[in-house]
Every structure is written in structure tokens, then in C-alpha cells.
């Protein structure tokens, strides 16, 4: 009984692989992550989104170690990060962060043994690694001098994968990704989501790939965290444009806007931004009652593109953490 | 402690793969070549019958030595540290291996062992180059030197000068992984060349760090030695505490 009260208050029980309260940093004057407090579920691939200049860096450095918090605690993998903690708990995590560190002077298969000495993991894991990031043999006897943007993002994703890290950390992989080089990545992220070893954080600029591959997603605006959540349960808070099918859009778009609804002339019809049913109910009234024939109403579905613009940084966070 | 050690036996495996291709082998090969083109301009110079043969190995060394102390070698230490150090500047290497799961520090005395291995490799050039254009210029040229080279004197000659320089290797390698790029070491560099020779000119000693090699050469003092091997294991000390604490450069 002791055992399993140990078990659950042992910090390796939480269920999250990164937590943090109230992690700040500031570069002088500059507030660059701000009061973030940050969960993200073991086994999960998290998107982490943000205008450039947003804190999204600065933070996944903190989780790295590479820089100080000013104030705040970070947890990764259970374990509170600290100087004396730092050594060991790296050796769980694997890290992208912003351009790859590769050696030009040294091929690519070069490139992976000076790290994997530093790692001190089996020389097979070289091999494993290339193949899993679609580098070939050929490819990795070159000298990274002569790689592309996106064969460099490639070697920096198998040197970031070389220990089976619990915890992925990825700042913008897909930079200077080819569409190949893209598939890839996604192929790579799903596989590591599909077998819950490892959790991802990515943080990325391209909205439809981390639509596409992240479960969870965390919105950093101005240095705050001003959305966190199941990328599902968010999405469906958000709404998507009314689509108004009917015979006179031009009529129908004047008679809403008497009444101050905001609606664009389509060929066939009228659209209302991001509204509410009741919202959308109420245009249908106006219409109608303007003596125009209604023939359709559809609702796009709500996008991550349409969230992330909604996500508003003046706005109190919210945090839908299950 | 068992893990610090081993973390900075792997961190100067990794340093020393690191270096392959590089061009920090240049300055290696290239700085002593200058100081032996002078030994050998001195041997074929030489006039047997005014100086005994002792005295013309004494010459020779003095001379090349006295060039590489003075001169060459805080150039050298200044060029292979930026060098080095310029691997991680330049592949944006620092945040990569700070977040690695090693001891931080280890990077910084793995790019200690790298400058300070160059510098003995450049210097055992300079000993082992003097060695064969002697024997070599004796075999052309009658007149030069014929005796062998004092290999125990040249050697000797090369550890007093190595280990007076190793103050400067960990003064220059804190400044070039401090300060990115060639700039800031070499102007240090040539400002405290300059202003050494002024003040060994002026009779002051080994005032600087920059003095205590060409120093302990010229009066084989074992005193200077050990100053600079203490103090530039108190500046190595002192930069990886430094180093290690500060924020990864971006």
C-alpha cells in the first residue's frame, strides 16, 4: 500500500512531459516569456505557435537548460530541471533548436559520430537514425558543406532522434524542408506519436503542417502563453465562417448590414465571419424577412489558421489541459 | 567526479573529430615553417670558421626560439584559438552541445586540449624542423654546422617555451569563445607582442604574459615556467566556471 502511495506521489506520476509555472526571461528591459505556464501531455505531439518575436525560442531554450529562467520552476519528464538535474535529464530529451548544428567541415555520417560520442549511446544508433530521417548511405559519407538547407534539417532531426529521446523538442524543423524532406518529417513525427514513446514539442510557423501532425496545441503571443489545450477541444470553441446560399447576395448583404452584421458578397450568396448560432440565426431572420429566398446555409469547419488569429494576446489564457 | 571525467574524455574524442578538415591545421604547420626558414637561412649564413659548432646549434636555437616566443607562438596560441573556437561559433554549435547530457564544462577544457595540443604539435614542428634542416644543410653545405643536432637541447628548448606559453592558450581560448571571430584574440595578441618587445627592450622582464616564454628561454628560468602553468590552469579554471554559467549564445 505504502508503494503505491509512493508511486503516486512520486513526481515520474505526472502526467505531463513538460510543465512549467509562472517561467519568465527577460533580455534587459525586454519581457520575452512572460508568466508561462505550459503542460504538455507525455505521448503527445504539441504544436507550439507564435509570431516571430513571441517568446517561442526563448522558451524552448529555458526547457533545454541553454538559459536561466529569471523566475519560475520547469518539469520535464517528472523531474524539476536544475543545474544538478540538467546533465541527467537531457539524456531523455532530444533537441532541434532553431538551425541544426551540423560541422561543414565533416560528412554527415562525421557529423553524427561527434555527437553520439558526446551521448555516449552504441554506434548502431548512427545507422538507425539516417535511415529514419531518409538520409542515404551516399548522402551521409559527404561533407555537409555541400548539403541543402534541407538535407542539413534532415541530419539536424537524426542528431536530435540518436538517443530514442522520451522528449522531442523541435524549433521549426520544417525550415527549408522540400516537400519530400516534409513528408518525411510528418512521417517521422506520426510514427513516434504512434508508438507513445516519445513526446514532441514543435514549434512552427507552417499552421497546416502542425494542423496536421500535432494533437495539442500552445498559442505565445507577445511572451504569454494565451492558449493551450487538445487541439480538438480548442478548434471547436473556435468557429468557423457561415456560408448564406440565396438569390440575391447584394440585397441580402445591404439588409445585414442595417442591422450591423458584417457579411462579404460571394457569387452566390453572402458569408459572415466566425459567428455564434445565434449569430447565424438571427441573419437568416434579417434575410428572410428582407423577402430573399434562403436556399442553403453550410458552416466551414473551424481551422487552426482561424484559431491562431483569433488567439488574442490581451486575452485572458486558457488552458484546457485533459 | 567519475562522471565529470568521463564526460571530458568524450567531449575531447568529440573536439578532436571536430577538427578533422578543419583549418586550424594551417597556422600548425604554417607559423613553425616560418621559424625554421630561418634556421635555415642562419645555417647557410654560418661561417665555420668564426663560431665553433656548439655555438652555432646555440645560435641557431636561440634564434629560432627566440623568434617563436616572442613572436610567432602568441600569434599562433591567438589564430588556432579562434579557430577552435570558431567550429562552434560558426555551426551554431554552442546551444547544440550545451544542451547535451554533459557536464558543460567539459566542452570548454575539450577546446582547451585542442589549442594546447596544436600549440605542442606547432612547437614539436619547430624542434623536429630545426632538427632536420641542421642535419640536412650539414650534409649540403660543409661549412655548416657538422655535428648532430643537440636533439636534448632543442627539445628542451621547445618544452620551456611550450610550457610558458600556457598562459596565453587559456587567456586566448576564454577570449575567442567570449568574443566570436579572429578579431579580438589577434589584436590582443599583437598588442601585447608589441608592447612585450618594448618592455624587454626596456630591460622590465617578463612583465606581461606575453613575457614569461621568450623569458624563461633566454634565462632558462624554471620560476616563469611555473607561473605560467599555474596561471593558466587558474584562468582555465576561472573561464570554464565563466563559460559554463553564462547563457548558450544563440
Redesign the interface.
Known amino acids: 500500500m505504502a508503494a503505491i502511495f509512493a508511486g503516486l506521489l512520486s513526481p515520474n506520476a505526472l502526467p505531463h512531459a513538460v510543465e512549467t509555472t509562472g517561467l519568465t526571461h527577460r533580455y534587459g528591459p525586454i519581457v520575452a516569456v512572460d508568466d508561462v505556464r505550459m503542460a504538455v501531455p507525455k505521448g503527445c505531439v504539441y504544436g507550439f505557435l507564435g509570431p516571430n518575436g513571441a517568446g517561442k525560442t526563448t522558451t524552448l531554450?529555458l526547457l533545454?537548460?541553454?538559459?536561466?529562467p529569471r523566475a519560475g520552476t520547469i518539469h520535464l519528464l517528472g523531474e524539476s530541471l536544475t543545474a544538478t538535474s540538467r546533465?541527467?535529464?537531457?539524456?531523455r530529451?532530444g533537441?532541434l533548436?532553431?538551425?541544426?548544428?551540423?560541422?561543414?567541415?565533416?560528412t554527415g555520417v562525421?557529423n553524427l559520430?561527434?555527437?553520439r560520442?558526446?551521448?555516449?549511446v552504441p554506434r548502431s544508433a548512427v545507422g538507425r537514425v539516417l535511415e529514419r530521417v531518409g538520409l542515404s548511405a551516399s548522402d551521409a559519407g559527404r561533407?555537409v558543406g555541400g548539403y541543402s538547407q534541407g538535407m542539413r534539417q534532415r541530419l539536424g532531426l537524426a542528431?536530435a532522434l540518436l538517443?530514442e529521446p522520451e522528449l522531442l523538442v523541435l524549433d521549426e524543423p520544417a525550415n527549408g524542408l522540400d516537400p519530400d524532406g516534409i513528408q518525411t518529417l510528418r512521417d517521422v513525427l506520426a510514427r513516434l506519436h504512434q508508438e507513445g514513446e516519445t513526446t514532441v514539442l514543435v514549434s512552427s510557423h507552417q499552421l497546416g503542417e502542425v494542423e496536421r501532425v500535432a494533437t495539442h496545441i500552445g498559442v505565445m503571443r507577445s511572451g504569454r502563453l494565451v492558449r493551450q489545450g487538445p487541439m480538438r477541444d480548442l478548434l471547436q470553441q473556435a468557429q468557423g465562417n457561415t456560408h448564406i446560399r440565396l438569390n440575391d447576395p447584394h440585397a441580402a448583404a445591404a439588409a445585414l448590414r442595417q442591422q450591423g452584421i458584417a457579411a462579404t458578397v460571394t457569387e452566390d450568396g453572402v458569408l459572415l465571419d466566425a459567428t455564434s448560432d445565434a449569430e447565424t440565426a438571427a441573419a437568416i431572420r434579417v434575410v428572410v424577412e428582407a423577402g430573399i429566398d434562403v436556399f442553403a446555409v453550410s458552416t466551414e469547419a473551424p481551422s487552426l489558421e482561424a484559431f491562431f488569429f483569433a488567439s488574442d494576446a490581451d486575452a485572458e489564457p486558457i488552458m484546457e489541459m485533459s | 567526479m567519475a562522471?565529470v571525467l568521463?564526460?571530458t574524455i568524450?567531449?575531447t574524442?568529440?573536439q578532436a573529430?571536430?577538427l578533422?578538415?578543419?583549418g586550424v591545421w594551417l597556422p600548425t604547420i604554417g607559423i613553425p615553417s616560418v621559424a625554421i626558414a630561418l634556421a635555415a637561412i642562419v645555417l647557410w649564413s654560418a661561417e665555420p670558421s668564426a663560431v665553433p659548432e656548439a655555438d652555432l646549434w646555440a645560435e641557431i636555437i636561440q634564434a629560432a626560439f627566440g623568434l617563436w616566443a616572442v613572436l610567432l607562438l602568441p600569434l599562433l596560441t591567438a589564430l588556432v584559438a579562434a579557430q577552435v573556437a570558431a567550429?562552434e561559433h560558426?555551426?551554431?554549435?554552442w546551444?547544440?552541445?550545451?544542451?547535451?547530457?554533459?557536464?558543460k564544462g567539459a566542452h570548454f577544457v575539450a577546446a582547451w586540449v585542442a589549442v594546447a595540443g596544436l600549440t605542442a604539435a606547432a612547437t614539436l614542428t619547430l624542434a623536429t624542423g630545426i632538427a632536420v634542416v641542421g642535419t640536412l644543410t650539414s650534409a649540403l653545405q660543409p661549412l655548416a654546422a657538422s655535428s648532430a643536432a643537440p636533439l636534448g637541447r632543442l627539445f628542451g628548448a621547445a618544452g620551456l617555451v611550450y610550457a610558458g606559453s600556457m598562459l596565453l592558450v587559456s587567456g586566448h581560448l576564454w577570449l575567442s569563445i567570449r568574443w566570436p571571430g579572429v578579431g579580438v584574440g589577434l589584436a590582443v595578441a599583437v598588442v601585447g607582442v608589441f608592447s612585450n618587445i618594448a618592455l624587454l627592450n626596456l630591460g622590465a622582464g617578463a612583465v606581461t604574459p606575453y613575457g614569461l616564454a621568450p623569458s624563461a628561454l633566454m634565462g632558462d628560468r624554471i620560476d616563469l615556467v611555473l607561473i605560467s602553468l599555474i596561471g593558466g590552469l587558474a584562468v582555465l579554471i576561472g573561464s570554464v566556471w565563466h563559460l559554463s554559467r553564462r547563457?548558450?549564445p544563440?
Open positions: 531554450r533545454l537548460g541553454l538559459i536561466r546533465a541527467a535529464l537531457m539524456r530529451v533537441a533548436i532553431e538551425e541544426p548544428s551540423v560541422y561543414r567541415n565533416l562525421e559520430e561527434a555527437t560520442m558526446l551521448r555516449g561533407r542528431l538517443s | 562522471a568521463t564526460d568524450r567531449a574524442r568529440s573529430l571536430r578533422r578538415r578543419s567550429l560558426g555551426a551554431r554549435g546551444k547544440h552541445l550545451l544542451a547535451l547530457p554533459t557536464w547563457d548558450a544563440a
